[in-house]
């Protein structure tokens, strides 16, 4: 819609933007280290943030960065997981038939990580998003995939990525057992009006507009209603531009994001 207007080669602030054009922050730069850390010491991570700051997009990064002769990357998110399925979904990925057994899954699972492991000289690094919507039960079966050779060491890395709620739930007593077993904690906040401003600017040097298009006012405006999390600061840097290009406004200013921003942003849902 806005595209046309400011002469855009790619469409910025949508959750598709490759990861070789990603905005990296310290922080993010930070937690990237650690998983990439994870992944070659076959640990096991938590990463937690919440909703919108870059869980998601770091773990794409991750997996893109990640040789394929090196590693294999298993990918999870899904809140009604059941152990007989999370090994059968593993199994899936590797071009296993999928078994009725838990028992025998997970044994199929862990004889073609030795295959991978063995003769492929590949390791295998097991992602599982969304981590704070599995129950206890889940989360266990998770921890007793990491058992391995009377526990000498992991078979795999293991990433469990979800929101605050994991953390809190790990905190617990109950879940002591696989909170002692985590190696790498990861913590992603919001970001603050610096790297906020650098990651709009980012953004519209990855679609290709080669001027700036909003003020340093109207960033403030952003920074001020998301807060620094990503996810808010595209939201409303979209609306804000296809407002520009409808009021045919080659730069936009804070005026026109507060008047987005109370009409068509405040509200939605998020």
């Known amino acids: 819609m806005y595209e046309l207007f400011y002469e855009m080669k790619h469409t910025p602030f949508t959750r598709g933007i490759p990861t070789t054009a990603l905005y990296k922050t310290h922080q993010s ?32 990064r991750l997996k893109a960065e990640l040789s394929e002769l090196e590693y294999m990357v298993l990918y999870l998110s899904d809140s009604k997981l059941t152990p ?50 599995l129950d206890k039960e889940m989360l266990e079966e998770a921890r007793f995939l990491l058992n391995y050779r009377m526990d000498s060491e992991n078979p795999l890395a293991l990433i469990l990525s979800g929101q605050t709620e994991l ?26 009006f610096a790297d906020t401003k650098q990651y709009i600017e980012a953004q519209l040097l ?33 609306q804000s531009l ?16 507060d008047t987005v921003l109370e009409n068509e942003v405040t509200g939605v849902s998020q």
């Not at 679609?207 to 298009?213: K, Q």
């Not at 296809?242 to 994001?257: A, L, P, T």
Request: charged content about 25%; proline content about 3%.
């Open 206 to 238: 990855y679609s290709g507009h080669d001027s700036p298009i909003f003020t340093e006012d109207a960033m403030k405006s952003i920074f001020e209603f998301s807060g620094g999390n990503p996810r808010l600061i595209n939201r409303a840097c979209s």
């Open 84 to 133: 007989r399925s999370f090994y059968n979904y593993l199994l899936m990925q590797l071009g296993c038939k999928p078994v009725l057994q838990r028992n025998t899954a997970r044994d199929n699972l862990h004889k073609q990580i030795e295959i991978m492991r063995g003769m492929q000289s590949r390791k295998v690094v097991v992602i599982v998003d969304e981590a704070h919507l």
């Open 29 to 60: 730069s930070e937690v990237f280290s650690r998983l990439e850390y994870t992944a070659k010491k076959q640990l096991f991570a938590v990463l937690i943030g919440e909703p919108g700051t870059g869980k998601t997009s770091t773990l794409r």
């Open 167 to 192: 953390w809190d739930k790990l905190r617990l007593s109950a879940y002591r057992a696989i909170l002692e077993r985590v190696d790498i904690e990861c913590f992603l906040t919001p970001m603050d």
């Open 242 to 257: 296809i407002y520009g290009s409808q009021m045919k406004q080659n730069c936009i200013d804070s005026k026109s994001v």
